[in-house]
């Protein structure tokens, strides 16, 4: 069945650097793939999205490439702020029937001043 | 207004107790469902419901039972709570269900369920 595995958390960093949390995928065929994010107390909500190979997904400075030759989501922004601390899952959905969105564990961000 | 509102947001227990959780979605949305997250931040559906119907069942004690009056409302009803019941569920909509589906789902805030 469909899987996605993202990097285990908390990636800790501090304001202004560089931010990457892997996601990987398994799949048949062609699905859709997202970040979503969790601030804290509330429920997900979508950051951004790609639906086909190649595509870029951006949002809030945040960006994430589909990449099908390496099954791969990763999710970058160049510079973190305190506010982006939340935690960000990776989902996919599959393009076949009643599918849903499957997501992966989620990662834990954690911005200092 | 809230697009997805979820009610209790907190809701402490008894083991054995029946217990209910209401969701409403003033987004027009056709698809409504449910995901509990655990301890540990995982997520996994639960139930999905398309214009009233059931169309997703994970597998899930038969202690829970989800009812859509209508296409807004999808409410949670788990009986004879038991410790491991213990989790946040979140119920989400969205425009349309499968391969036409948006693809976007709309979360209400949660609902932290303890059951001692």
């Known amino acids: 069945g469909d899987s996605v595995t993202q990097m285990e958390g908390p990636v800790t960093l501090s304001e202004e650097a560089f931010l990457t949390i892997n996601c990987t995928y398994t799949?048949?065929?062609?699905?859709?793939l997202f970040w979503y994010v969790q601030y804290p107390g509330e429920g997900l909500q979508l950051l951004l999205k790609?639906?086909?190979?190649?595509d870029k997904g951006s949002n809030k400075g945040f960006e994430a490439t589909y990449r099908k030759e390496t099954t791969s989501f990763h999710l970058e922004k160049g510079s973190v702020q305190v506010s982006d601390s939340a935690v960000y899952f990776c989902?996919?959905?599959?393009?076949?029937?009643?599918?849903?969105?499957?997501f992966g564990k989620g990662t834990m961000l954690l911005v200092s001043p | 207004d809230t697009a997805v509102s979820q009610t209790p947001k907190y809701l402490v227990t008894q083991m054995g107790n029946d217990k209910s959780i209401k969701c409403e979605q003033n987004?027009?949305?056709?698809?409504m469902y449910w995901y509990k997250q655990d301890s540990k931040k995982f997520l996994k559906i639960m139930f999905s419901?398309?214009?009233?119907?059931?169309?997703i069942n994970e597998t899930v004690p038969n202690r829970f039972s989800p009812k859509s009056p209508d296409k807004a409302h999808l409410n949670l009803h788990i009986n004879s709570l038991e410790l491991g019941d213990s989790a946040v569920y979140f119920c989400?909509?969205?425009?349309?269900?499968?391969?036409?589906?948006?693809?976007?789902?709309?979360f209400g805030s949660g609902t932290q369920l303890s059951v001692l």
């Open positions: 989400a909509s969205s425009q349309a269900a499968g391969r036409m589906s948006n693809e976007k789902l709309f």
């Open positions: 799949a048949t065929g062609y699905p859709s």
């Open positions: 790609a639906t086909k190979a190649d």
């Open positions: 989902a996919l959905k599959g393009n076949s029937g009643y599918s849903t969105l499957t």
């Open positions: 987004l027009g949305h056709d698809t």
């Open positions: 419901y398309n214009n009233k119907e059931l169309i």
